[in-house]
Antibody, heavy 120, light 109 residues
Framework: EVQLVESGGGLVKPGGSLRLSCAAS????????MNWVRQAPGKGLEWVSS????????YYADSVKGRFTISRDNAKNSLYLQMNSLRAEDTAIYYC?????????????WGQGTLVTVSS | EIVLTQSPGTLSLSPGERATLSCRAS???????LTWYQQKPGQAPRLLIY???SRATGIPDRFSGSGSGTDFTLIISRLEPEDFAVYYC??????????FGQGTRLEIK
């Protein structure tokens, strides 16, 4: 069974930084694009960032562009999200999700999420 | 930017009834790129339907998807107690790359 386990969430002050990790197992991680999706408390899903299988293509939502950086280490089967200049509105559960890629671009497996709280 | 609008916001039905959920796009979306998810409280989303009408592995056949262009529909033919949840549609596009609808809450009447 595919496993995605996020870590690194926590409480951080506005303007602070945090690095999330997502450990993948039981599938060939290097074959799949990956994504971060977040969900503010009581709200809907918001896509944050995508990275292609070899890190060639990277995309961000406008709301995080210039502040967040997605990366991956295929040797370590891990996905990362470096979050800088955090704001209160970044408070959310952050999920990593495996992307099936072309031709459908759906997310077939999701982690359990890690909570990021931005508050003074 | 393509905006997905889901309706209704909340749907109140009883087990055994049929549920019809709508997802309308502000611009035409390729059917390949329209996906539906189910999310229960405290859980991650679960893939239901991809390519507008293809059921994901392990999804019961009471779930079906249809539509094209700007109008897509998720139908649950006979509601089971475990189907009461929030449902999201999602599309893949150019900018932003991925967008979600705001969700439809399916609650027990």
């Amino acid at each position: 069974e595919v496993q995605l386990v996020e870590s690194g969430g926590g409480l951080v002050k506005p303007g602070g930084s945090l690095r999330l990790s997502c450990a993948a197992s039981t599938f060939t991680f290097s074959n799949y694009p990956m994504n971060w999706v977040r969900q503010a408390p009581g709200k809907g899903l918001e896509w944050v960032s995508s990275i292609s299988s070899s890190s060639t293509y990277i995309y961000y939502a406008d709301s995080v562009k210039g502040r967040f950086t997605i990366s991956r280490d295929n040797a370590k089967n891990s996905l990362y999200l470096q979050m800088n200049s955090l704001r209160a509105e970044d408070t959310a559960i952050y999920y990593c999700a495996r992307d099936w890629g072309s031709p459908y671009y759906y997310f077939d497996y999701w982690g359990q999420g890690t909570l990021v709280t931005v508050s003074s | 930017e393509i905006v997905l609008t889901q309706s209704p916001g909340t749907l109140s039905l009883s087990p055994g009834e049929r549920a019809t959920l709508s997802c309308r796009a502000s611009q035409s979306v390729s059917s390949n790129y329209l996906t539906w998810y189910q999310q229960k409280p405290g859980q991650a989303p679960r893939l239901l339907i991809y390519g507008a009408s293809s059921r994901a592995t392990g999804i019961p056949d009471r779930f079906s998807g249809s539509g094209s262009g700007t109008d897509f529909t998720l139908i649950i033919s006979r509601l089971e107690p475990e189907d009461f949840a929030v449902y999201y549609c999602q599309q893949y596009g150019s900018s932003p790359r991925i967008t979600f609808g705001q969700g439809t809450r399916l609650e027990i009447k």
